[in-house]
């Protein structure tokens, strides 16, 4: 990574905080304070915050390595001074962690970037709170008892003030859910609600804009697109939309996790049809593939499935391993979804369904690689 430029005792600063950080930071414009400096000795972070991010500089001097860095906040949040104003547990512990500095403890960094953000939550909070916005105080004093909800305000040149909410969802772990879980973070589903700035008493207020979103690596297991968000009805506020909501994620966690058991089902039953699997997804289950023979026509087969399995039937994609275009690469089918399929078929007899359906479509396929090569 870009931490190879930087002198060692800063570059194990940031490589122990990249690791072992619970939020996912990324590190951007690794450079050097000198023209000709031999090491780089200052960087951006991108933080995620409220399903953004926001991007501080940290300022080593790499003729000093083992001094605190200076840290430089966005523009936006000019006003933002974690070290002025009242002491709190946060701006004391700030303090108290710039002052003790250890170059030689690599934990410090990823200590006082979590520090910073914590300082940076309450900020927000603080300017929210301070906005004469009935609506808004209201949904602040029911919903901020919630364990990692944060706020924050949004605004732009050519649009009108707005804040934005990002509340977590569920109390259950999902990593627990899946056996043999390979997710270095916890994985996470969040509700983004932005709230338009009222400052004037309005009898039907408009309203939120409602979003759902997930950790990356979530997609492997559940997909947040096929969840359909509850209507947010007149005069309804978070605490009463919530709970509506999380029953219904929990209810369809429920059944992804089911799925991984049923998709795991149907690849052993097709052992029995096309022999062991070459190949396999051994967590999620979502792709197999197997060896098959017609006559002398030797092919692949892949499945590829989706969470929704067995309700959306497997994507299935042939390859030949006897004939390649120019470059030599195997031939392969388009993916094929058009066979027959029931989700009510018991395992067994899905995988004999589509090996029946394999038995025609190969000697399609195989002409299909026979014409092509001849061109």
């Known amino acids: 990574m870009a931490a190879d430029t930087l002198p060692p005792l800063i ?18 414009q690794v450079r050097s304070g000198c023209k000709n400096g031999l090491y780089s000795d200052r960087f951006t ?9 926001i991007k501080w500089d940290f300022i080593f001097n790499a ?20 070290l002025a104003g009242e002491e709190d547990d946060v701006s004391v512990a700030l ?23 914590d300082a940076y939550v309450n900020y927000q909070r603080k300017r929210v709170g301070e906005l004469d916005d009935a609506r808004l105080k209201f949904e602040i004093s029911t919903v901020f008892s919630r364990e990692g909800i944060e706020v924050c305000m949004v605004s732009g040149a050519d649009k009108p003030e707005e804040v934005k909410f990002s509340v977590p969802l569920l109390d259950t772990s999902l990593n627990k859910l899946v056996i043999g879980c390979p997710w270095k973070n ?12 009222i400052r004037s008493y ?13 950790t990356s690596e979530l997609k492997s297991l559940f997909s947040i697109e096929d969840v359909k968000l509850p209507p947010w009805l007149d005069g309804m506020c978070m605490a009463e939309y919530l709970p509506a909501l999380e029953d219904n994620l929990k209810m369809q966690v429920v059944e992804a996790v089911a799925s ?14 096309f022999g062991r699997p070459l190949e396999a997804d051994p967590v999620f289950c979502r792709k197999a593939t197997v060896v098959a023979v017609s006559g002398t026509f030797n092919f692949l087969v892949s499945f590829s499935f989706s969470t929704q399995f067995p309700k959306q039937q497997p994507t299935l994609a042939l390859q030949s391993c006897q004939h390649f275009t120019s470059q030599g690469v195997p031939l ?21 369904r589509i090996f029946e359906f394999l038995v025609d479509e190969c000697l399609n396929f195989k002409k299909h690689c026979q014409d092509t090569q001849q061109v």
């Open 11 to 28: 570059a194990a600063q940031l490589n122990h905080l990249i690791s072992n950080s619970p939020h996912s930071i990324k590190v951007d």
């Open 45 to 53: 972070l991108l933080i995620p915050f409220c399903l953004d991010f």
């Open 63 to 82: 003729l000093y390595p083992s001094v605190a860095p200076d840290v430089v906040f966005s523009p936006d949040d000019d006003d933002f001074c974690p």
């Open 95 to 117: 303090k108290n962690s710039l002052v003790d500095w250890n170059s030689k403890d690599s934990t410090r960094l990823l200590e006082l970037v979590h520090k910073l953000r």
């Open 186 to 197: 916890e994985q996470k589903i969040y509700l983004q609600v932005i709230f338009p700035i």
């Open 202 to 214: 309005s009898s039907t207020p408009a309203a939120p804009r409602l979003k759902l979103v997930s």
């Open 260 to 273: 991984i058991g049923a998709r795991r089902r149907f690849i052993e039953a097709l052992a029995p049809l």
């Open 332 to 352: 392969m089918s388009s993916p094929i979804n058009d066979y027959p399929w029931s989700p009510r078929w018991d395992t067994p007899q899905m995988a004999e």
